[in-house]
């Protein structure tokens, strides 16, 4: 299996917004929810002006996308998308640590994201921490807020 990591552009927003749209919905969320959130699993032009979107191709197929943010003390993991047919094999994991050493490359020493509960566990065995947790559009519903030591995470180049 060959991973390739290649920079998104804007022509990319379509495809990357259905991969954003079928990983989400991979976990049986209601039609309404999966409303609430058209916008934020929206990828649009507008973006790409502060943000950095780096696609991942499995033997020339896109599998994933990450979107990292960049803020003045801190990197924000906007978000880390995989096609449910590629969880299990490690691409998720080799995406993380890609985005991680993009981050590291910018000079930043610390990387937060907010994660669906679906994924708490892997981020956990990525070495974040759980530093609080956010409300959502959805009613008693929260998103734990995980912060990474980027010096700390092991695997990355």
Same mark, same amino acid.
């Given at each position: 299996m060959n991973i390739a990591f290649i920079p998104a552009s804007e022509v990319d927003c379509e495809q990357l917004t259905q991969v954003a749209k079928i990983a989400k919905q991979h976990w049986g969320y209601a039609n309404e929810w999966m409303q609430l959130w058209e916008e934020d699993l929206t990828i649009t032009p507008?973006?790409?002006?502060?943000?950095? &979107?780096?696609?991942?191709?499995?033997? #020339?197929?896109?599998? #994933?996308?990450?979107? &990292?943010?960049?803020?003045?003390?801190?990197?924000?993991?906007? #978000?880390?998308?995989? &096609?449910?047919e590629y969880h299990g094999k490690r691409i998720g994991k080799t995406l993380f640590h890609h985005a991680v050493d993009q981050a590291r490359k910018e000079g930043y020493s610390r990387l937060q994201l907010y994660a669906d509960p679906y994924v708490d566990g892997f981020y956990q065995k990525l070495g974040g921490q759980i530093i609080g947790q956010i409300p959502t559009k959805i009613k008693d519903r929260y998103l734990n807020i995980f912060q990474f030591q980027l010096e700390e995470i092991e695997g990355v180049e």
């Open positions: 507008a973006r790409f002006a502060n943000q950095t &979107l780096v696609k991942a191709q499995v033997d #020339g197929v896109l599998a #994933g996308f990450y979107v &990292l943010a960049y803020e003045e003390d801190l990197v924000e993991l906007d #978000g880390l998308w995989i &096609l449910p």
